[in-house]
């Protein structure tokens, strides 16, 4: 699929840039180039110690920032795949900081867009997140500016552009997610708990990567693709790291939901089951996706249904939590 093709991913030095480096290298070895482009210096040095040119003579490295058009254009230029991975994540920063959301999430994406549209791009998948479903805080309300943009340019008059999402939960252990901030926590003998009945969708690294290889090469351009995933509870998660701590309830964050949606009720009209995942089809279907998804593999899911992780049937057990702790995060781990 990529073989002798050129790839860029944008904010490509964060986990999952770096996951999909290593697997896009392995499973297309002449691949001509591989671009990760980021605004950070220091990771990028950080990253090319890890992929030394040797290993990876394909790979560049790009220094530049989604919010300026002009150098998108050039980093763009002979460029056949788009992944837009760049973006600011977190939810309290959010709130307090909403401009800079904006013109990362929101500008940063249409200016994406238009370089892709501008230099021949032929695809872009974009990542999204589970926050901009129904969003509550600002950072779900950028992504969902983000995703509108994305699906919306299949209609912009570029016959060479499919633009497509990619949705999903907290990816496992990533900066800042509750896995990692429990296991530094657990030893102090306390758990800081926001609310007990609290539930997240969770993905593993290799999950998020596998589907995006997947829209890369299935999208025909105006999905968002949504993955079937487990949940977990966060009071499992605190059994799973601490079953010894005391929990300490100090309540939620600034823009933070109890449970996360993925698919809200009023995308049931347009959502497809097409087995391993979901696909949401735009209400503007310029590329006749319905006709596409009408196979006897894919089903249209019932009005009225939802994908959230507190209905969510697959949950993970706290011995399922402590196994994929061991497998991705720590092999020596033990609960505290």
């Known amino acids: 699929m990529l073989n002798n093709k050129s790839v860029l991913i944008t904010g490509g030095t964060g986990s999952l840039g770096r996951a999909l480096v290593a697997e896009i290298y392995k499973r297309w070895p002449e691949i001509e ?20 040119p040797e290993d990876y003579p394909a790979l560049r490295f790009f220094l530049g920032d989604v ?6 254009r050039r980093a763009f230029n002979r460029i056949d795949v788009v992944i837009h991975a760049a973006a600011l994540k977190q939810v309290p920063a959010a709130e307090y900081n909403p401009m800079e959301f904006i013109h990362t999430n929101v500008i940063g994406a249409e200016n994406v867009i238009e370089a892709a549209i501008d230099t021949g ?26 995703d509108k943009l994305f699906i919306a340019a299949n209609a912009y008059g570029a016959p060479h552009l499919r633009s497509s999402v990619v949705r999903y939960g907290n990816v496992m252990a990533s900066r800042g997610s509750v896995i990692p901030y429990f296991l530094d926590k657990a030893p102090t003998g306390s758990l800081p708990i926001t609310d007990p009945a609290m539930t997240r969708f969770n993905i593993s690294l290799d999950q998020g990567v596998e589907l995006v290889l997947t829209a890369v090469k299935d999208a025909i351009g105006g999905e968002i693709f949504v993955p079937k995933i487990s949940s977990y509870r966060l009071m499992d998660v605190a059994e799973a790291i601490g079953p010894n701590c005391r929990h300490e309830i100090i309540g939620i964050r600034p823009g933070e939901k109890i449970h ?23 209400v503007c279907d310029e590329n006749n996706l319905q006709g596409y998804y009408s196979d006897s593999l894919s089903k249209k899911v019932k009005p009225g249904f939802s994908y959230n992780s507190r209905d969510n049937p697959e949950f993970l057990t706290i011995e399922d939590i ?8 720590d092999p020596d781990f033990q609960p505290v």
């Open 67 to 72: 919010r300026d058009l002009k150098r998108l």
């Open 322 to 329: 402590q196994a994929l702790i061991r497998k991705h995060v």
């Open 33 to 52: 180039r591989l671009v990760v482009l980021s605004r950070d210096e220091l990771k990028q040095y950080q990253m090319a110690q890890d992929f030394p």
């Open 260 to 282: 996360e949606e993925m698919i809200t009720t009023n995308d049931s009209h347009t959502t497809i089951d097409v087995g391993e995942y979901y696909v949401i089809l735009p």
């Open 121 to 146: 791009v032929k695809t872009i998948v974009a990542l999204s997140t589970d926050k901009a479903a129904a969003p509550i805080n600002l950072y779900g309300a950028t992504k969902l500016c983000s």
